[in-house]
């Protein structure tokens, strides 16, 4: 039997060329190409590249893809739409479009992302066939980039005439060149800010420059500064704005006093964190003679000194938010109005924006005032002091907290007190926090029947050493304390935005909407991993159901999972100035007026309600609707930034614990690995399935699983499993784990 005579394939064939010429002309749709256009722009110019671009391009037109609109010239028949959209990558150069032309994702391959970056505005058209179930497509322009900085490594090549610099975002698929002379004196191996200037045809990589040095990687300082650089945040205020801020006169004067309500005399104090520097916020409490309590929420009049137009304004709304990092504050304003002038001090009058309410037992409001006020801070208390006031006297009731103080335990114990001494505070401070506690609970259980969702996420904190290492991890849980602190929050933004509402003029509102069908599926099908059931017949059993799991799975393994999982379920919340209501707190109106020192929202609320209480008229929607989307955009960063700030200190705290074994709990589970969440510090990591040696691993996509092919082990979302550290990087951000196995279980 003769073999066959396999003909070699020619070395200058080029691949995939049918598809290459057709993304040039689409690409271009409205210019015209000869051959030699063509192939210059595929960077070939020898007479077999050519013949094959000329035979291609005859081909296509006999298809009737392109047509020959002059001799020689030809240009895409254009039968299809175009849509625009945003681009979402996956970590390994594939991506999908957000898009509202189709109900679904649309995917893109890696050789059809055509030089576009994650979360870029793209142009694309759509193909009829289909990728796993998803609409299949190619990007023809990019309309807007979303981001142009960059946080990398840089690389400088040895013989030092250029550099490359190796982004730390896994969305970003390639290394960024740099010219030698635009590498900003940074030395190799430096963490730097590098911005792309632009990217050539022919290059398989955009051009940039270093714009900043951040330091050496694994240093703390140079890892904080990159995560806020990596989202385009600030670290330091422009010298002009501290100027303009240290010069305000920040005195309390009396012509002023005289066009506000005084309210000095009232008992007033704040509840904040123990290690709070800006009091936002303060309650003040009397009971009348018409036996109704007069509750005020106070709130710090930023408005006052933040005047529209000023270096100070404009700043403040630029970073939009305070950032919380694990290890500092970074704060919407300069330090002497934070910390210093807006905040709500002890023994210090204050400038203030008040919402004060008339109520009785049942917490039927009868009364309700806005309006500037001014205010005296008679003490400050740490939310653990006030809880111990709470729980020393949970055995009162509601009568005998009012007519018998005698009977009220005064006591703020040496562990949880400010000055770490044993103390007694003042008996009508202790009155005024046990019943505004007593009304907080019935206003809350309120909340909860009229369907509102209750989450009390676990937030994980960390003991920090003077260098800012990590020692150790705890959990913060909300208690009473919190709880009656939110609940008259809730009261004032709610009774706020109502009050503006209603009156159908702009305002700034913060909305959610009700979450949707598709993620509350994937959440039951999560959760009945657990052995939980879920009932989704109507709107209300949603919400009672969805309550009733994050009850269930409260000191349970699965509970940060549960928690984060539902959380995702929702809806995000956001700014706009078209009320839909909020569905998580079951509010027909809702905004954010509590908190202007760390919020711009809030500023924007206390001006548009001063300006109606005035008597102005309704403010432009347009400008305040951009002000929203802004906003909601810098919110959206900064909680980014203060998710990688922890889940860097996670790294660093699991770095010395690399020979330790953890029980931990399958978080997710995916073609490539396992994700799990360690239960004693709620650290996540991965374990790759290559690093899976014991057996053929495959995932199982309907069970949530990785099953051996040999053995039938199966690891399943839910499982328990004992693992230990491979690797913990800083730079990249990831944890990666070994699978130890499954923990014994006791016979007994």
């Known amino acids: 039997m003769t073999k066959k005579k396999h003909r070699k394939p020619s070395h200058n064939k080029i691949s995939n060329l049918t598809n290459t010429i057709l993304s040039i002309l689409k690409k271009e749709r409205n210019s015209t190409f000869n051959y ?73 391959a890696s050789n059809n992302i055509n030089k576009a970056l994650n979360g870029d505005e793209v142009e694309f058209y759509a193909y009829k066939r289909r990728h796993r179930g998803k609409q299949e497509g190619e990007i023809t322009n990019i309309i807007k980039r979303a981001k142009t900085e960059y946080v990398g490594t840089i690389q400088i090549h040895e013989k030092k005439n250029f550099a490359f610099v190796v982004a730390d975002s896994n969305k970003m698929y ?44 694994g240093e703390h300082g140079t890892e904080i ?89 404009d700043e403040a709304y630029e970073r939009a938010t305070s950032i919380y990092l694990v290890d500092r504050v970074v ?5 002497v109005l934070s910390n210093g002038a807006c905040s709500l001090r002890p023994h210090e009058e204050k400038y203030t924006f008040s919402a004060v309410f008339q109520m009785n037992e049942k917490c039927e409001i009868k009364n309700e005032w806005f309006g500037r006020t001014v205010t005296y801070s008679d003490a400050r208390f740490a939310y653990e002091e006030a809880q111990a006031i709470i729980e ?30 044993e103390y007694q505070t003042d008996v009508d401070i202790a009155q005024a926090t046990i019943k505004m506690n007593q009304l907080a609970r019935k206003m809350r259980n309120a909340r909860m029947r009229d369907g509102a969702i209750s989450f009390d996420k676990v937030e994980v904190k960390f003991d920090l050493d003077e260098e800012a290492n990590p020692v150790g991890v705890f959990f913060k849980t909300s208690k009473d304390a919190n709880k009656m602190i939110e609940e008259f929050m809730l009261l004032a933004n709610r009774k706020v935005s109502e009050f503006v509402g209603k009156q159908k003029k702009t305002f700034v509102y913060r909305v959610h909407d009700e979450p949707n069908d598709e993620k509350l599926a994937q959440l039951q099908t999560v959760v009945a991993r657990f052995g939980h059931k879920l009932n989704f017949k109507d709107k ?31 809806s995000k919340a956001e700014y706009t100035t078209h009320n839909i209501g909020h569905y998580g707190l079951a509010f027909e109106y809702y905004s954010h007026f509590t908190s202007p020192i760390r919020r711009y929202p809030d500023v924007m609320a206390h ?31 900064a909680t980014k930034a203060e998710r990688d700030s922890i889940k860097y200190m996670q790294i660093r705290f699991m770095q010395d614990h690399q020979d330790e074994e953890f029980l931990g709990v399958i978080s997710g589970v995916t073609d490539w690995g396992i994700y799990i969440e360690i239960i004693s510090n709620k ?23 990785m099953v051996g092919k040999k053995s039938s082990i199966m690891y399943q979302l839910g499982d328990e499993v004992i693992v230990k550290v491979k690797n913990a990087d800083l730079t990249k951000k990831h944890l990666d784990f070994y699978m130890v196995g499954k923990p014994e279980v006791d016979s007994e």
């Open 683 to 705: 650290c996540e990591g991965m374990v790759s399935v290559r690093d899976m040696k014991d057996d053929h691993y495959q995932f199982d996509q309907d069970q949530y699983a």
């Open 607 to 637: 001006r548009l309600l001063q300006l109606y209480l005035d008597g102005g008229k309704s403010a432009n929607e347009e400008i305040y609707e951009e002000r929203c989307k802004h906003s909601s955009n810098m919110e959206y960063l």
């Open 540 to 570: 209300g059993s949603i919400a009672s159901s969805l309550n009733n799991l994050l009850k269930d799975v409260v000191g349970k393994k699965e509970q940060n999972l549960v928690d984060t999982l539902t959380i995702r379920t929702m």
């Open 225 to 313: 500064n990159s995560i806020m650089a990596e989202y385009g945040l600030p670290m330091e205020f422009p010298k002009e704005v501290e100027d303009y801020a240290n010069n305000i006169d920040l005195e309390i004067k009396p012509e002023e006093i005289a066009k506000r309500r005084d309210m000095r005399k009232d008992l007033t104090f704040t509840i904040d964190p123990k290690d709070a520097k800006d009091f936002d916020d303060a309650l003040s409490f009397k009971v009348l003679d018409n036996g109704l309590y007069e509750i005020g929420i106070h709130i710090a009049d930023v408005s006052h000194y933040l005047q529209p137009g000023t270096v100070l304004d």
């Open 36 to 108: 030699k256009q063509i192939a210059a722009k595929l960077g070939v110019n020898d007479a077999s590249s050519r013949n094959q671009i000329i035979k291609k391009l005859q081909q296509l037109k006999a298809k009737q893809e392109i047509e020959e609109v002059d001799r020689g010239k030809f240009k895409a028949i254009v039968n299809t739409e175009y849509h625009t959209g945003i681009l979402d990558l996956a970590a390994k150069g594939n991506g999908y479009i957000i898009c509202d032309d189709f109900e679904e994702d649309v995917f893109i």
């Open 331 to 335: 704060p919407m304003l300069p330090e």
């Open 174 to 217: 390639t290394d960024i060149f740099v010219p030698i002379n635009k590498i900003n004196k940074a030395e190799d191996g430096d963490k730097v800010l590098v911005s792309l200037e632009d990217w050539p045809e022919k290059s398989d990589s955009p051009n940039g420059k270093v714009i900043e040095v951040l330091g050496k990687p």
């Open 392 to 421: 020393n006297n949970a055995t009162i009731n509601e009568v005998d907290v009012l007519k018998h103080k005698e009977k009220i335990d005064t006591t703020i114990p040496a562990e949880v007190s400010l000055t770490g001494e």
